[in-house]
């Protein structure tokens, strides 16, 4: 069996986390990403939706009994206990997918490297199933013209979207690695190349 490394992958909202981990996979590793696992969790008639439900009430369906994203986004991004509440609703049920994920690439044997993508480094969770962290950082002002460019937001709509998160001292204080990106997208890529070649051959 290939031995495996799991790496962590975390950053703000604009940070570019989510393009380190598409050069990674470009480069031959397993991506798990928690962003997409929490978009699957939510489905129509779910254990997860039903929570959610229960304590934000149906103001956060959409016409069809689905979970409208854009309502329960405006409900949480400005009030911060409401989106632990969202948090913990959803965590536990995300970090279990994450495990089950990780132990089917281990029995599958197909990669050395795999990377597990998620914006909350959840210290039960996240941090417990990864050897090591890369944190993606960016300027706060290059992170709000990425996050009005890619979303269509205000600049006070993207600046509230990174105040609703980590600040980037939390996320550095758990960092094996510090990935800026602030550059180009080719300097980000020279990076991100160093440091798959180091993580294979450091095993």
């Known amino acids: 069996m290939i031995a495996l490394r799991i790496i962590g992958i975390t950053g703000g909202i604009g940070s570019g986390k989510s393009t380190v981990s598409q050069i990674l996979r470009d480069l031959g590793a397993k991506i798990i990403d928690a962003d997409k696992i929490a978009k699957e969790i939510v489905f129509k008639g779910g254990v997860v939706l039903k929570e959610l439900i229960e304590f934000f009430g149906s103001q956060i369906l959409d016409e069809s009994g689905g979970l409208d994203r854009k309502k329960l986004g405006e409900i949480v991004f400005n009030n911060p206990e409401k989106l632990e509440v969202l948090n913990k609703i959803t965590h536990k049920y995300i970090v279990e997918r994450i495990f089950k994920d990780l132990e089917k690439a281990k029995k599958e044997g197909k990669w050395d490297i795999v ?28 992170r709000i013209k990425r996050i009005m460019e890619r979303n269509g937001l205000t600049y ?9 998160q980590l600040k980037d001292s939390e996320y550095l204080e758990i960092a094996d690695v510090v990935i800026p990106n602030d550059g180009s997208i080719e300097d980000l890529e020279k990076s991100v190349v160093k440091l798959f070649i180091n993580a294979r051959t450091s095993r």
């Open 115 to 142: 990377v597990v993508d998620a914006p909350l480094p959840v210290k039960h969770g996240f941090m417990d199933a990864v050897d090591e962290v890369w944190v993606v950082t960016a300027d706060k002002e290059t």
């Open 156 to 164: 006070e709509e993207a600046l509230s979207r990174i105040s609703s």
